[in-house]
């Protein structure tokens, strides 16, 4: 049985909304519906009574409900479980990483990190900005990869591996499209499309505004940049977001434009100082001398 189903199946109950749990799981409302059918395959029941658009938990629903909620809270025990005894080796490195590291090198570090040190047990999460650093006091063997708009204070090891900065995505279609730079001012009348205050690049967009004069109107927020990029597409806003994090193919669909003024961001590996285990010794060690800073 696929525990991810479980999990997706747990958060319908909850949310009884196909898009709030895509969103509360990062993941597309079709997938969500492709992998309730197929647990309810895999079951042999309904789970779900669906009419108009709405959805009821069914009887046998109700029935599964509290078998899954245990299945998903043992699983996550047992890993729990499995992951200390791992620490007490000291083998093991928690990485918990801002949700757009593949477009970094930051990701390509761990990987070639991860294939060249295959006694070391690394778990590798994404989150959103704002529960990067405490994840930093839970452990000696957790590191960040985070995105910094200054260095960060005396208490971390801080490594930089690469820089970005904000650029503006606008429509095909949109007038400004074809500038080879736009002055942010420019900008000023435009509906926003933003990134949510949780993903820490929020406050920092609207200080680029207000560093050019105006306060954004902001039409939408969302933690998804793909949603963002999809809202601009369809001339539904436009929207300022670190470069790197633009995926390749959404430069057709899309105008990417250099701003100005811009502000740059810093991405680092960062770790708590004097407190490292063996596993996070080996792999500082590594990143330093492979690093491009």
């Given amino acids: 049985m696929d525990i ?4 997706l199946f747990i958060d319908l109950t909850q949310t009884l909304s196909y898009t709030e749990t895509a969103e509360r799981q990062f993941t597309t409302q079709s997938n969500v519906s492709k992998q309730i059918i197929a647990l309810e395959k895999e079951l042999n029941i309904a789970l ?13 629903g109700e029935t599964v409900l509290p078998f899954a909620v245990a299945i998903v809270e043992n699983y996550q025990t047992m890993f729990e479980e499995l992951e200390k005894q791992a620490t007490q ?31 070391v047990q690394v778990q590798l999460k994404e989150s959103e900005g704002n ?17 910094t708009f200054e260095a960060p204070c005396s ?10 900065e904000f650029v503006a995505v606008l429509s095909n279609h949109h007038p400004l499209a074809n500038r080879e730079k736009i002055s942010l001012a420019d900008l000023k009348a435009e509906t926003f499309v933003m990134l949510e205050e949780s993903t820490l690049l929020f406050q920092p967009t609207v200080a680029l505004c207000k560093k ?67 596993a996070s010794h080996r ?3 590594y990143i330093t001398n492979n690093r491009l800073y």
């Fill in 283 to 285: 792999f500082w060690s």
């Fill in 89 to 119: 080796k000291e083998l093991s490195l928690n990485i918990l990483t801002i949700p757009t590291m593949a477009n970094y090198h930051g990701f390509e570090l761990i990987t070639r990190f991860l294939k060249e040190n295959h006694d």
């Fill in 48 to 60: 779900f009574e669906r009419s108009h658009r709405k959805i009821t938990l069914t009887k046998l």
């Fill in 155 to 164: 208490d971390y090891d801080c490594l930089l591996t690469e820089e970005d």
């Fill in 212 to 278: 050019a004069g105006f306060e954004p109107q902001v039409l939408f927020t969302s933690a998804r940049i793909d949603l963002l990029l999809n809202m601009v597409e369809n001339e539904l806003g436009i929207t300022l977001l670190m470069k790197k994090t633009i995926g390749k193919n959404w430069h057709q669909r899309v105008q990417v434009v250099p701003i100005t003024p811009t502000e740059k961001s810093y991405l680092s590996f960062i770790r708590k100082k004097d407190t490292a285990s063996k």
């Fill in 4 to 7: 991810h189903r479980l999990e």
């Fill in 131 to 147: 529960q990067l650093f405490p994840f930093l006091d839970k452990s000696a063997n957790h590191l960040i990869f985070a995105r």
